[in-house]
């Protein structure tokens, strides 16, 4: 639906225009979008291979095919990397979690192996605090500022999923990308 597009657009605009530092948590997604990002920043210059101390964007991954403590630690390693960026180096930073709702599924998988009795809808019990506590970090400070842009996932376009409408009550603003639009080729697919 062109959320990768939206996404190497930005991190390419604030790379190139502005200067700054981004940072990608891939959460859950499949291996192939993955690579595409990472080859898309690196043809773009946003990654530089040869000189790794210049480039803009550090990527991050826990895939689907990942256990799900190793697709959990993603969503914290994610902001404990942009946090670096804000407070020693005293930067603004740009972080992106693709995909939210897969951080909180990996949280609730890990619950389950943990013999923890789930609670709304199956997740975790400990739910709500988890994703206040991620989302709180996310914040400015007088050495720098963190704004992020979280992909999130609805279980059967359900707005009412425990999930989503924890995640949104954290989120200052939304687009939407719109299935209906994709279907007519029109890319990225942003629902007006």
Avoid at 154 to 183: E, K, Q, Y
């Amino acid at each position: 639906m062109g959320k990768i597009v939206l996404i190497m657009g930005l991190i390419n605009n604030i790379a190139k225009a502005h200067g700054g530092v981004s940072i990608f948590g891939g959460v859950g997604e499949r291996t192939r979008e993955g690579n595409d990002l990472y080859m898309e920043m690196k043809e773009s210059g946003v990654i530089n291979k040869k000189n790794i101390a210049e480039s803009k964007v550090p990527l991050v991954y826990g895939q689907m095919n990942e256990p799900p403590g190793a697709r959990m630690r993603v969503g914290l390693t994610s902001p404990t990397m942009a946090e670096y960026f804000r407070d020693v180096n005293e930067q603004d930073v740009l972080l992106f979690i693709d995909n939210i709702f897969r951080f909180v599924q990996a949280r609730s998988e890990v619950s389950a192996l943990l013999g923890r009795m789930p609670s709304a809808v199956g997740y975790q019990p400990t739910f709500s605090t988890e994703m206040g506590f991620l989302q709180e970090r996310i914040t400015s400070t007088k050495e720098g500022s963190i704004t992020s842009i979280q992909a999130v996932y609805i279980p059967t376009d359900d707005l009412t999923n425990p999930a989503p409408a924890t995640t949104f009550a954290h989120l200052d603003a939304t687009t939407v990308l719109s299935r209906g639009l994709a279907a007519k080729g029109i890319y990225p697919a942003v629902d007006p």
